[in-house]
């Protein structure tokens, strides 16, 4: 009995292999690089006109991933520390808003920056954190 090896048969085997791999890589590789995009959009800064005006802070996330454990922190050129302000979701989904309306440090005289950071996780539980900034100059009389 003589055993032949069918060749055509071990390169079909080789090319699912080959192509298995080449489309596991391909959707890992797209997988680690979504990242979430962060808009942050705000309404009614300071000075407020009335006492019961408050900064509405829209945040939306316009990326392809989702953003894991959102938190909002707000720097004032005029006043000193960073405020934490909690948010109650866990996650934003893409083209999801989340909408605070928080009441800011009435500015001094002269011309401020308001910084508003936005820090979210790229994953659940592992994974890189970004922060996405907005600043706003506001000029009072």
Known sequence: M???V???LIFS???IIISILHFLLNYISKKRTQIPTINISLNELPPYKD????TLISIQNT???IAYKPKL???YSYAEGVVHIPIDDAVINPNEIIER???LVEPPSGTHEIKFIVGVGKRRFLG???EFTKTVEIAVK
Do not use: C, V
């Open 51 to 54: 006492r019961n005006t408050k």
């Open 6 to 8: 069918d060749i055509p």
């Open 101 to 103: 309306r928080e009441k």
């Open 128 to 130: 890189g954190e970004f």
């Open 73 to 75: 922190y707000i720097t």
């Open 13 to 15: 085997i080789f090319a």
């Open 63 to 65: 990326g392809s991933s």
């Open 2 to 4: 003589s055993e032949t």
